[in-house]
């Protein structure tokens, strides 16, 4: 497995399959053929199919201005939902192309090469690998994940976790309506300082983790800065339950640090074993994987053990099994902002559930992400962010 760096990166919403990894490609294709005086780049499959409500063109030509884009919703038989052809052309003639995928979180594969941006840091290729070194050596996952990094991680989350702060802090003191056309109003603001009299405390924890994660959700849909945890579709989850562990309940930066490694970690194993893309495995892939994450990372911000830990995470994914990819009209808005608050609750219920029934548990983590997978490989199409099917349908203005 490569560096936990892979799994959060810092960049412009509103998908960091289709705003993100495009982005990149156009950067890495383009300085690969400076001598070009043309670029044509061709969408296909999901891309295709929501790529302008996702601001996909836009993204490319940030780093190529005069590109052609060019839409196909027809072609078959691709090596991911999320494929470009980037073709480069001097004095009209062909001089290079490449097919680029978008794979999930940011990240990009040229077709027929080896990965070109990550280093494996980890020998282990599941939790179960994970879970065994640890017992032989005595470490918990924190210790495990900090004695195979670089150095350089804890400053890296360390930059990571105040872009996430910033993005909540800008989500809460702004308001409006979300570019689209859907007439999205923000909502974050007026969630975090609605005050109900007489209010249990249980609802006011709700709440304000809920409108933490409107207000990097909200972010993401205005293509501000967020960072991808794993992916900008799913950005809110992580930010707000650890922001509410920090900024409400005290927790310290540097416990906060870990929680993100561990998280990482999480991530990590997903990426790797299963997908983090709607449009392979839908939403179940995105906000499933987020809520995995963020509800180990809760647990270790626990102290709870390394059982305890993969209790959180699988029960966080298992109850998201299934979820589908159907934005409406291609927007990362209906019904992805409420989503993230949904499953920024969901992570708290999963670790305290662990807390108590981890010696119950029939389940693996493993095994949950490998249901996962095969449960977005079945799914229909429509329910993988082509915005065909379920809510993307069925919505009427």
Known sequence: MQSIKSVYKVGN??????????????????????????????????????GEGHSTGKAIKEQIPDAQIIIDREKQDLPHPNTM?????????????????SVGGGSIRFE?????????????????????????????????????????????LRDIWHAMIAAIERGLSAEGVLPGGLGVTRKAKSLYEKRVYN???????????????????????????????????????????????????????????????????IGNIIRTNASISGAECGCQAEIGSACSMAAAGLACLYGFNTDQIEYSAETAMEHNLGLTCDPVKGLVQIPCIERNSVAAMRAISAVNLSQFLTSTRKISFDAVVETMYQTGLDMNEKYRETSHGGLAVMYKE
Request: aromatic share 12%; hydrophobic share 35%.
């Open 13 to 50: 919403g509103p998908s960091s399959s289709h705003t993100v990894g495009p982005y990149r490609a156009a950067k890495y294709f383009r300085n690969r053929y400076p001598d070009a005086d043309r670029f044509e780049v061709t969408l296909y499959g999901s891309l295709a199919c929501t």
């Open 85 to 101: 052809l980037f073709k480069a052309f001097r004095n009209g003639e062909l001089i290079g192309s490449n097919r680029i995928l």
């Open 112 to 156: 027929g090469e080896e990965a070109f941006e990550e280093e494996t840091v980890y020998i282990e290729k599941n939790f179960s690998e994970i879970c065994e070194k640890c017992a032989r050596t005595g470490l918990s996952l924190k210790e495990f994940i900090w004695a195979n990094e670089d150095p350089s991680l804890r400053q890296y």
């Open 199 to 265: 209010e249990p405390s249980d609802i006011t924890m709700n709440r304000i983790i809920a409108s933490y994660a409107f207000a990097v959700s909200e972010e993401n849909a205005s293509e501000h800065v967020v960072v991808t945890a794993p992916t900008c579709g799913s950005c809110g989850v992580i930010p707000a339950v650890f922001y509410y562990m920090q900024h409400d309940r005290g927790f310290p930066e540097e416990e906060i640090i870990d929680a993100l490694a561990v998280a990482g970690l």
